[in-house]
């Protein structure tokens, strides 16, 4: 079948570093002797502790519970007991401490009964959802979004399902292993993510540089349960599989600044996700395992590991026969947007996709930034068709009102900008940092806003009570004299402009929402 | 284990304004090579003292400035103003034109605004623009071509007429010494000659002047080359030679015998090095894909004007400056659209 694909500005062709990773056949971690699961999810919403210390946990218990549907519970990778609730460096550059559970395995790896098996087309869309936010499940491909939340249309109507398998960032092979290993899975899920979200159309974009990936889905699709999903192999470049290029890319329509995917009609998830959508529902398991690359020139024997969540990151290391001479900078995600970490100690979360460890000649050793010369090379890779320079410009000189106008806000901090800089300006810092400034100022000016639309309200309110009291003293002035014909007209007229309503008179409610909009971030 | 952390991106980076300058330098050879053939060897002694003097004048200005001179001097960027400085410059001009070029530049055009990213103006024509309106008369003899004159210069002859204004063997400095082909284009044509009689005159070739075809083929070859590289985008040097040259055909069709052939122009004085190697100067250009398109058309078309009825034979300099100024107004109304904007 014919497909057109379209183009999006700039973007990268970056040495893939895939078969370091992608030659070992997918291997099944061990339980590691202790596994760890911070409490605080995404957006610093902590999570709390449903268990004590001293409890005994099987396989799939849930441990931690959050507050809402954008909080979905953690379960127990294994079983064990809950050695301590205490606070742990979490999986942050900072290596910032905060509340994590504890769990020393017991080896045995004691789950429950399994549930029976279950026909999700018999199941409405809402329960379907109250099941993959019950089993844990969040967006795989990096951003962690509780599934149930973004698979929500909401009133908004959407015609597409997009399985977001364009594993772009190098080194990265978590998304191409899990799909030649696990094609069917992978397509089930799509199958129940698109009655979920209530379309006939899916489209999983690929990158063409996973033939064999591709050849798995395919077989599988061949065997004719799919209509309406189409597997589409998309140009390597990077960011292809950032969420607004891969929309771009699939459907030619664009994420509305400040809007989400849905606003374009679609709703996009990563193929890890619908993978595990498919086992909680089909199978009523958990999200408790995940695939993760570990690879660098710094690692022995790179290759996927279908991990546990919770394994500290040393272990899967070790698995990995352990660090070379010559690692230098641990990284969790890929090179251009991952972060690094302070120290292995720390444990993998739901989101983590890949363990990189480069060696001495991969990274980038302590560059000097030089001026600016304007060359031009950042506006040529942004994919989102920004002028970083100009960015740079503003954000440096503290002028966030001109970088607002060239519209900082929509960067997604993709790296091709800096990647590319001559001149080796840490571009996406500075962007970050106006970006949080910016972020702050327009908090307080929502809150200045609402303060000064309630005091006008309030205002408007008591002027009109004032007038609403004199006019009636005066009717009953009024009334007791004779009324005379001219102020019977008086009244009417009176009576008449209270009931049209206060030309676009403030009231409280009208107020704006407090926060700002929220945004899903993009997967991957 | 515990590891030094670090802001992402994390692959090591691949390219670097000091390759940037450096390659461009190199891709200046060909022209400097076509000059040396064409014109003697003058043009080297002009980038030597050009170079050095930037150079010395650079890392003096940074140590004024308090800024750390390794890092300042190992861009490059200073030799490449210096080496562009140099090259406009006549083959047998003073020492000292090319001393004060390069300080003037170096000084004015650059360290006074903050050193490199920071002029508003492209240093090296900000040298030769000086230089050509305080010194017009060394800054407007030049050699004959080559296959012109009598006895071409060696490097010695060179070195005494830059040093010390003598030509070789007892012959007079000023007997060396001749007019651009733009120069003698523009003062026959005024005291009324037609073009046919200016044409056939010694100093025009087939394509332009003679020498200067050669040396214009040289740096479009470098251009060319520069292009294909990626390390300067092709809007500026494609509307700096559409709008010359659509503008020189434009006139020539409606008059011949008063305006040169489209390919003199394309092929005579500055253009290639201009449109190629001095409009291009990241610094102070556009720098938005439409914003070059247009920049470098403007300049083309202020150079054609210039050369027309302007005051100067070549105008590459002054209109390369004059944009320099509307630049960034040009970036400003020529922002690309940004994803998920409407248009
Ligand atoms: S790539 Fe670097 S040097 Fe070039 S314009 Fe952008 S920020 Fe400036
Ligand atoms: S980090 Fe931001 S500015 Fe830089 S290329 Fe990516 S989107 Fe553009």
Redesign the pocket.
Known sequence: MMFTLHRFH?GLHLDAHKEDSSLAPLATAPVPPRLIFPLQQRGGQNAEAVVQVGDHVRKGQVIARGDGPMNPPIHASSSGIVSAIEPRPLPHPSGLADLAIVIDTDGEDLAPAPEERRDYRQLAPDELRRIIFEAGIVGLGGAAFSTAVKTDPGHRAIDTLILNGAECEPYITCDDSLLRNFPQEVLEGARILMRVVGVERCLLGIEDDMPEAIRALREVQQTGHYAGIDIITVPAIY?SGGEKQLIRILTGREVPTRGIPADAGVICQNVGTAAAVFRAVARGEPLIERIVTVTGKGIKHPGNWLTRIGTPIADLVRYSGGYTGTAERLILGGPMMGISLPSDALPLVKAANCVLVTGRSETTGPKQALPCIRCGA?AD??????L?QQ?YWYSRADNLQRAEEYHLA?????????YVCPSHIP??QY?RAAKSELVAKQRERFKADHARERFEARQARKEREKQERAEAAQRKKAALAKPDASEIQDAIARAKARKRPPESAPTADAAPDESPPAREPAEN | MRFNTAPAPHLAPTASTRRIMQWVLVAMAPGIAAQLWQFGPGVLINLALAIATALLTESAMLRLRAQPSRAGLSDWSAVLTAALLAVSLPPIAPWWISVFGALFAIVIGKQLYGGLGYNPFNPAMVGYAVLLISFPKPMTAWLPPTDLAATPLGLLDAWSAIAHRAGPAGSSFDALAMATPLDTLKTQLGLGRTMDEVQSGPLFGALAGKGWQWVNLGYLAGGLWLLRRGLIAWQIPAGFLAALGGLSLGFYLLEPQTYPTPLFHLFAGATMLGAFFIATDPVTASTTPKGRLIYGALIGGLVFVIRSWGGYPDGVAFAVLLLNLAAPTIDHYTRPRVYGHPG
């Open positions: 700039g960011p950042c890779a942004c994919p989102i068709n920004l970083p960015l929509d960067c997604i901090e993709c790296g091709c900008c800096d571009l996406v962007f």
